[in-house]
């Protein structure tokens, strides 16, 4: 069912985390977040971060994207070490942070505004994007015009613009209602599957992280540390009918008796 942690450093391999920690420093104290983490992602995996609220999840998933440093330890991508901010990752957050004033295609331009003059290929990527989250119909539209799921499509069709190697998700379906939350569970499945990145995500939803990972990382309270990774058997198809299976519900049990431990102590 489980490994314990290691690090497995394979040819495959897209991300290796290798020893990482992290403390912040202030005049009165010191409190670090994370301790001794190593973990390895395979190029075109998908991994599940759950952990107690303050583990320190959402300050791991920054450092791979180069958004915050490391204390100690080396993340990787394709061997080349993680120092600052890349293209090759695309972030998406719990809330989807779109610019009222712009259109949604406008929004999701944005990225590519930024680095210079978008080209025709750009605004075809667009258009592909746009249909494959299925709002090739709302692309003129505003923020304000879209439901929450609607807007949080947009917000990964703008993740994906650049053509990043790795997605990372921080709590991408959190702010939405539970049947909005499990459709686009099954819509980013079939998006992973026909795009093949590797993607990272962070979760406080047992029963999601089981349903979309192919390996589900659980942490410790603070100071974060892996506890167990914990394999999920079933293939990178998904649909509802996983939801019925008993070892989907044996696997998010023993998931959940882990944090509840974690919890307590």
Same mark, same amino acid.
């Given at each position: *069912?489980?490994?314990?942690?290691?690090?497995?450093?394979?040819?495959?391999?897209a991300i290796v985390i290798d020893g990482v920690s992290k403390t912040y420093h202030s005049r009165s104290s010191h409190v670090t977040a994370?301790?001794?983490?190593?973990?390895?992602?395979?190029?075109? %995996?998908?991994?599940?971060?759950?952990?107690?609220?303050?583990?320190?999840?959402?300050? #791991?998933?920054? $450092? *791979?994207?180069?958004?915050?440093?490391?204390?100690?330890?080396?993340?990787?991508?394709?061997?080349?070490?993680?120092? %600052?901010?890349?293209?090759?990752? %695309? *972030?998406?957050? &719990?809330?989807?942070?779109? #610019?009222?004033?712009?259109?949604?295609?406008?929004?999701?331009?944005?990225?590519?505004?930024?680095?210079?003059?978008?080209?025709?290929?750009?605004?075809?990527?667009? +258009?592909?994007?746009?249909?494959?989250?299925?709002?090739?119909?709302?692309?003129?539209?505003?923020?304000?015009?879209?439901?929450?799921? $609607? &807007? &949080?499509?947009?917000?990964?069709?703008?993740?994906?613009?650049? +053509?990043?190697?790795?997605?990372?998700?921080?709590?991408?379906?959190?702010?939405?209602?539970? $049947?909005?939350?499990?459709?686009?569970?099954?819509?980013?499945?079939?998006?992973?599957?026909?795009?093949?990145?590797?993607?990272? $995500? !962070?979760?406080?939803? !047992?029963?999601?992280?089981?349903?979309?990972?192919?390996?589900?990382?659980? *942490?410790?309270?603070?100071?974060?540390?892996?506890?167990? !990774?914990?394999?999920?058997?079933?293939?990178? #198809?998904?649909?509802?009918?996983?939801?019925? +299976?008993?070892?989907?519900?044996?696997?998010?049990?023993?998931?959940?008796?882990?944090?509840e431990t974690e919890e307590a102590e």
């Amino acid at each position: *069912m489980s490994t314990s942690q290691e690090i497995l450093i394979k040819p495959d391999a897209a991300i290796v985390i290798d020893g990482v920690s992290k403390t912040y420093h202030s005049r009165s104290s010191h409190v670090t977040a994370l301790k001794d983490i190593s973990l390895s992602v395979k190029r075109g %995996g998908f991994v599940a971060i759950v952990g107690p609220s303050g583990c320190g999840k959402t300050t #791991l998933l920054r $450092m *791979m994207a180069g958004l915050e440093a490391r204390s100690e330890g080396r993340i990787s991508l394709n061997g080349e070490a993680v120092h %600052g901010p890349s293209s090759k990752f %695309g *972030m998406v957050f &719990q809330r989807p942070v779109l #610019l009222e004033w712009r259109t949604i295609r406008r929004n999701v331009l944005l990225p590519v505004e930024l680095k210079g003059k978008p080209t025709p290929a750009d605004h075809k990527n667009i +258009d592909r994007l746009l249909s494959l989250v299925g709002l090739s119909d709302f692309g003129e539209r505003y923020p304000r015009e879209l439901s929450g799921g $609607m &807007q &949080q499509r947009a917000a990964i069709c703008r993740a994906l613009i650049d +053509d990043p190697e790795v997605i990372l998700l921080d709590e991408p379906f959190g702010a939405l209602d539970a $049947m909005t939350r499990e459709h686009l569970n099954l819509e980013f499945n079939a998006l992973w599957r026909s795009t093949g990145k590797t993607v990272v $995500m !962070i979760t406080h939803d !047992i029963p999601e992280a089981v349903f979309l990972a192919e390996r589900v990382v659980v *942490m410790s309270a603070r100071p974060g540390r892996i506890v167990e !990774i914990v394999n999920v058997p079933f293939g990178p #198809l998904r649909d509802e009918s996983v939801l019925a +299976d008993p070892v989907f519900g044996a696997l998010a049990a023993h998931i959940r008796a882990l944090l509840e431990t974690e919890e307590a102590e």
